[in-house]
């Protein structure tokens, strides 16, 4: 089954062309900040909610949903938002959305890369005390598909995926923006 994006009623919303600019600018400035922090970005908070939402969420199917979803849902929220806002045609909508999925996989990397060390502070919904036991979710889940010794190794490819995926959502709303703005002078000069 194909499902159109956007929906048939729907066009792709055209980003003016000062609109484009502000958005790069806001995009590249918070690449800036994230290449400059040593380990999370100030989205972190909102990441972090996410995160023990999805392990709340997913632990009704057992343990080994509930240890991935916290990452799951970090990742399928604003993954989801896209989809929403593509169906709708909403182009700054998708890039916002896109940007924030693969800008979240910045602190996955992060999280994946201390799973040996467990040097991170842990968060968790509950009593999640220094001495209560709180598993680290990453050396689970490495631990548990025989790939601990490659955490870092990992975690670069996941870090590298969300840098290039932030370039590359950059580079297609500077296409959308081009084409549908090409479009629209075509359109006036048919009239």
Do not use: C
Request: hydrophobic share 50%; proline share 5%; glycine share 8%.
């Amino acid at each position: 089954m194909r499902i159109p994006l956007p929906h048939p009623d729907y066009e792709w919303q055209p980003i003016p062309r000062y609109a484009l600019y502000a958005w790069l600018a806001f995009y590249l400035l918070y690449m800036f900040h994230a290449l400059r922090a040593t380990d999370f970005t100030f989205v972190y908070p909102v990441e972090v909610i996410l995160h023990e939402a999805g392990h709340l969420l997913f632990s009704w199917l057992g343990r080994t949903p509930g240890l991935w979803g916290g990452t799951i849902f970090q990742l399928l929220v604003p993954l989801l938002l896209a989809v929403s806002f593509a169906w709708r045609g909403q182009t700054t909508g998708v890039v916002f959305s896109l940007f924030f999925f693969f800008e979240s996989l910045l602190g996955v990397a992060v999280y994946m890369a201390d799973a040996r060390e467990l040097d991170l502070p842990l968060i968790t919904v509950g009593d999640g005390g220094e001495d209560s036991g709180v598993p680290h979710d990453w050396w689970n889940i490495l631990t548990d598909l025989g790939l601990l010794e490659y955490d870092t190794r990992i975690a670069r490819v996941v870090k590298a995926v969300g840098w290039l995926g932030m370039l590359a959502t950059l580079g297609w709303m500077t296409y959308m923006a081009r084409k549908l703005e090409s479009e629209e002078a075509m359109n006036q000069s048919t009239r």
